[in-house]
């Protein structure tokens, strides 16, 4: 399979802060986006790696971490990963990235 090419309209999306804090998707539409099935996008939910937006709902719907986390978590696991390394990867991944920009943020302030 060819890798795809990041294109300067791909990265503008990632750069409209606006948009992204905006994403909430319904479980249905995030399977099929992510071609990871329901069922494993709710047994996730249901041992804590992702979480639902609003968990009181009877509807599931994730917001962009969530929808990142799913789609990084399916790579590690196509590449042989267990489900509990994977989400460990994906969560200290995460975890430093909040880190750098909480200190890019701190050095702004």
Known sequence: MEEKKITPAD???LMDVDFLVSVIVAI???ANLTGVPQRKI???DEKGIIEPVDKSSTYRQYDY?????IVLIQELL?????L????KKVNERCS???EVFG???NKKS
Do not use: Q
Request: without cysteine; proline residues 0%.
């Open 11 to 13: 990265i503008s999306i």
């Open 84 to 87: 509990d390394v994977s989400a």
């Open 28 to 30: 249905g539409e995030v």
């Open 65 to 69: 971490l969530n929808i990142k986390k």
């Open 103 to 105: 200190r890019i943020k």
């Open 78 to 82: 196509e590449e042989g990963y267990t």
């Open 96 to 98: 430093k990235i909040e």
């Open 42 to 44: 709710r047994y996730w």
